[in-house]
């Protein structure tokens, strides 16, 4: 890779350590995509909830830490992913102190490298969305397909320590979706029915993810009039990139990279497949449980946005959560916050529900808060938590937001 | 007799093991119960089998970033494939093989890796020299 001066400098170790081992580790990865060199970002976003970091990932972030500030600081703003445990709540879900222990640690490494604590996977919705064109290095595939397609910024899935790295340095190889080839369409699918719905949107996000199954593969969408809601394109992007570990979708007329079906196709269109009805209720029929009684009914992955908590809250009224089921919704702290002041987190939990801030259910040590309560049977109307779920001990179904209401109150799934 | 398989330059050092194989994919948080160091994931091709010290052959990355971290996090604690292979990586598991020091190669010259290596296999993996040695087996006609 090329490098220029300054990134010669913190190669050398001029500028301390802490940058020194992240242009390593990112001219590491950038040799394996063919980097030309890097590519300044204007943000970085990482993930690093504690189940994940693990003691070597806490050890680690602690180790740069412990570098003088001027060493150590971000040179960008760097935003962080939910945590692995609301330290306000924490005991009542089966997490440990050894868990909290380890949050606690993580919270005051990533508070010394200048890390603003935001904790959310919605931050396009709620902190500092990007502008188009714009660089950026973002954790969380949701966070990173949304701003990518929706937002038309450019960032590749950056896992924590290469957000980390991007943080530090204020940059990151040039490869992936940074570049303009990367970002055609490769795939192209005509949507016959718009979905309904924000779990609509999540089966056919997840259908199209599980369709195109790699990073590399670019799908465009045709059928789609007018533009879908914030929290719709946030369901539909998540679940893609959960089914497909895909970071960018078009949609023709909609996404601003894409004011038409030619804009993002070099030469002829890619052939088109369709999708009707059956396609989506053959993703939906992998997690149907009709009838069944459920443990734990979730709202989380992505969080929650304000309108969905509004949205709970008025689902809930009136009405009080079944008392063999619990009702856990995710949320970041800022939304949480301001869901405080408007009296809707008050109304949720008045219900018998459960609201935790700054996490997201998946990445809270989900097996062992299901183990310490008996959880197994779980129902989300997010299309990517009940794909995750499955390795984790759980039997996850699938149903729209009134419904996952009506099960959490019933004890039963409709 | 061996097979030689070329691939893109890869990351990690040259390590040798036993080969896991499935046509499916790969994801550290979704796939795996990394405690007991198996494929927990009730789909999975490779459901209860332990993946600890194998050369895991695989088709491609999915889901999400977790993987960037749990790999290092694997290995510190001795319960990590030696090295993985795929047909195509994601950025996430490139920058948690770098993270963690562990092998990984990608983009194969002669096609799909889940069908030219067999679980049982041994084999030398290069990611510097970009190769993949499948020993005791003979080169393709």
Request: hydrophobic content about 40%; overall charge negative.
């Amino acid at each position: 890779m090329k490098l220029n001066g300054e990134e010669r400098a913190m190669l050398a170790g001029d500028m301390g350590e802490p940058r020194r081992w992240a242009v390593e580790h990112m001219m590491e990865v950038g040799r394996m995509f063919d980097a030309a060199d890097f590519v300044p970002v204007a943000q970085a976003h990482m993930m690093a909830d504690t189940e994940s970091l693990g003691e070597a990932g806490v050890a680690f972030l602690e180790g740069l830490a412990a570098h003088p500030p001027a060493e150590r600081r971000v040179a960008v703003p760097m935003l962080t992913d939910p945590r692995g445990v609301d330290l306000s709540y924490y005991r009542p879900l089966g997490q440990t102190e050894e868990m909290a222990d380890l949050e606690r640690r993580t919270i005051a490494a990533c508070t010394d490298l200048g890390i603003l604590m935001t904790d959310s996977c919605v931050t396009y919705q709620t902190i500092m969305p990007p502008v188009r064109g714009e660089h950026v290095a973002y954790g969380d595939t949701g966070v990173v397909i949304y701003c990518n397609s929706v937002l038309g910024a450019r960032s590749n899935f950056e896992g924590g320590p290469s957000a980390l790295a991007a943080g530090l340095t204020g940059r990151t190889p040039r490869y992936g979706l940074h570049l303009d080839r990367n970002r055609r369409a490769t795939r192209r699918f005509i949507v016959g029915e718009r979905p309904e719905g924000l779990t609509g949107w999540g089966v056919l996000g997840g259908l199209i993810g599980r369709l195109c199954g790699s990073y590399w593969e670019v799908p465009v969408l045709e059928g789609i009039e007018g533009a879908p809601t914030s929290d719709e394109m946030k369901h539909f992007g998540a679940a893609m990139a959960s089914f497909g570990s895909t970071p960018l979708f078009h949609i023709a007329g909609v996404t601003p990279e894409a004011p038409d079906l030619e804009s993002v196709c070099d030469g002829p269109p890619p052939e088109p497949v369709e999708i009707g009805r059956k396609d989506l209720e053959g993703l939906r029929g992998n997690f149907g449980a009709s009838g069944d009684e459920v443990d734990v009914v979730v709202f989380a992955a992505p969080q929650l946005s304000h309108v969905e908590m509004a949205r709970v809250a008025e689902l809930l009224e009136g009405r009080r959560v079944h008392e063999r089921t619990a009702l856990v919704v995710c949320t970041s702290p800022t939304v949480a916050a301001d869901c405080g002041r408007l009296g809707i987190v008050g109304r949720i939990e008045a219900a018998g529900a459960v609201v935790l801030r700054g996490t997201c259910f998946y990445n809270q040590y989900a097996r062992e808060i299901g183990e310490a309560n008996g959880w197994t049977r779980l129902l989300s109307n997010s299309v990517k938590i009940v794909n995750i779920l499955g390795g984790y001990g759980y039997r996850p179904a699938l149903a729209g937001m009134e419904d996952c209401v009506t099960a959490a109150v019933t004890g039963r799934i409709p | 007799m061996t097979l030689r398989l070329r691939c893109h330059p890869g990351i990690g050092p040259r390590v040798e093991g036993e080969a896991l194989v499935a046509a499916d994919d790969f994801s550290a948080r979704y796939d795996l119960d990394r405690l007991a160091g198996t494929f927990s994931r009730p789909g999975h091709k490779l459901a209860g089998l332990s993946y600890v010290d194998r050369v895991l052959v695989l088709n491609t990355a999915k889901g999400g970033v977790a993987s960037a971290w749990m790999l290092r996090e694997m290995t510190e604690r001795g319960l990590a494939p030696k090295a993985i292979l795929f047909n195509a990586a994601n950025t996430i598991l490139a920058q948690g093989a770098a993270f963690a020091g562990m092998a990984l190669c990608d983009r194969f010259e002669d096609g799909d890796i889940t069908r030219l290596i067999a679980t049982g296999d041994r084999v030398i993996v290069d990611p510097p020299a970009g190769l993949v040695t499948v020993l005791g087996k003979a080169e393709r006609s």
